[in-house]
């Protein structure tokens, strides 16, 4: 069973930073992607960020390129979200999920097979 695990959330003010983690366990393909999406009261999961784990290439939402960055530490299993001069609508739970291989889905949560637990980022002054 996958097991994955965020961290890093928090309150934050408005143009300040977070870095969040993504803990990974019993991955046992080898070819996956991981994903950030976000979810606030009363919509959808949305797509932040991507990265495939084998070669490192990333996807984002243009309205977050610059200010977020996804990234992964090989050795200790880890997916990171950077980021940076965060705005009030950034609000919501911030999920971390694995996805097989890497192509157009990755910025689909339907197509996510495992998901972490979430943590909570709030931007308010």
């Known amino acids: 069973q996958v097991q994955l695990a965020e961290s890093g959330g928090g309150l934050v003010q408005p143009g300040g930073s977070l870095r969040l983690s993504c803990a990974a366990s019993?991955?046992?393909?080898?070819?996956?992607?991981m994903g950030w999406f976000r979810q606030a009261p009363g919509k959808e999961r949305e797509f932040v960020a991507a990265?495939?784990?084998?070669?490192?290439?990333?996807a984002y939402v243009p309205s977050h390129e610059g200010r977020f960055t996804i990234s992964r530490d090989i050795a200790k299993h880890t997916v990171y979200l950077q980021m940076n001069s965060l705005k009030p609508e950034a609000t919501a739970v911030y999920y971390c999920?694995?996805?097989?291989?890497?192509?157009?889905?990755?910025?689909?949560?339907?197509?996510?097979?495992?998901w972490g637990q979430g943590t909570q980022v709030t931007v308010s002054s």
């Open positions: 999920g694995v996805v097989q291989r890497w192509g157009p889905w990755v910025e689909a949560a339907d197509r996510y097979e495992h």
């Open positions: 990265i495939r784990w084998n070669d490192g290439r990333t």
């Open positions: 019993r991955l046992g393909s080898s070819d996956y992607s």
